[in-house]
């Protein structure tokens, strides 16, 4: 699903936010990337999701050379290829759950009435057709973020991308995503989770990767997450 060959990422001539990262991710597979604030964590995920492009080096994700799309093309990739969810949800507070849900979709050209079966599916699954008509404002923290998933499922994108996305919230709120999370995780969806979280990238990884200025200082795979690695929670 993921392969990043040799990459660099460097910004204004300083120090490089990543350093000669390489990196296969199969499908299906559920990957946390921990380490401290300035790893090269979030670097790494804005080159996944081609919001970046590296310095050097190559990155193909689902077939797709990543890092040889223009801006168009790269906006064309995220819609068919991932969902992104994010550490203060990103919901647009003038539409409703539903319909921030149906955007992408939208977006993508997808029929309406095809488009509103699929959000009105999602959100039964995740615990929130309630709520489809109210606006995320009128929401917990929980809800939002489960309605943020949602909307990164919406187009069943090969790749979920998830960046911090208990970070904004209480205990009782992150573990539902937590639980969330874990449960695509059984249901075979590939993901790439950003996380401090360590207790996240445990319950919701089976194989977990340390950065530590821009590079790669531990991998390990294991049902048992970031233990794998030796980090404590």
Do not use: C
């Amino acid at each position: 699903m993921i392969e990043l060959d040799a990459v660099s990422r460097r910004y204004d001539g300083g120090p490089p936010a990543l350093q000669d990262v390489t990196l296969s991710v199969p499908r299906g597979q559920a990957l946390a990337i921990v380490g401290p604030s300035g790893s090269g964590k979030s670097t790494l995920l804005n080159l996944l999701a081609g919001l970046d492009r590296p310095s050097a080096g190559t990155v193909t994700v689902d077939g797709v050379r990543v890092h040889e799309l223009g801006e168009a093309a790269s906006a064309k990739y995220r819609r068919a290829t991932i969902g992104l969810v994010f550490q203060f949800f990103n919901l647009l507070d003038d539409l409703t759950v539903a319909d921030n849900v149906v955007l992408p979709a939208w977006l993508a050209g997808v029929a309406k009435a095809a488009a509103q079966r699929r959000a009105a599916e999602l959100l039964d699954t995740l615990g929130i057709a309630r709520h489809a008509r109210a606006y995320p404002g009128r929401l917990s923290g929980g809800e939002r973020q489960r309605v943020a998933v949602a909307r990164a499922l919406m187009n069943r994108p090969a790749l979920l991308l998830a960046d911090e996305p208990t970070g904004a919230l209480d205990s009782a709120s992150g573990e539902d995503v937590r639980e969330l999370l874990t449960g695509l995780r059984a249901e075979g969806q590939t993901i790439v989770l950003v996380t401090h979280d360590l207790r996240l990238a445990d319950a919701v990884a089976t194989r977990t990767v340390e950065l530590l200025d821009g590079r790669v200082v531990a991998d390990g795979t294991t049902p048992t997450g970031a233990a794998a690695i030796g980090v404590a929670p």
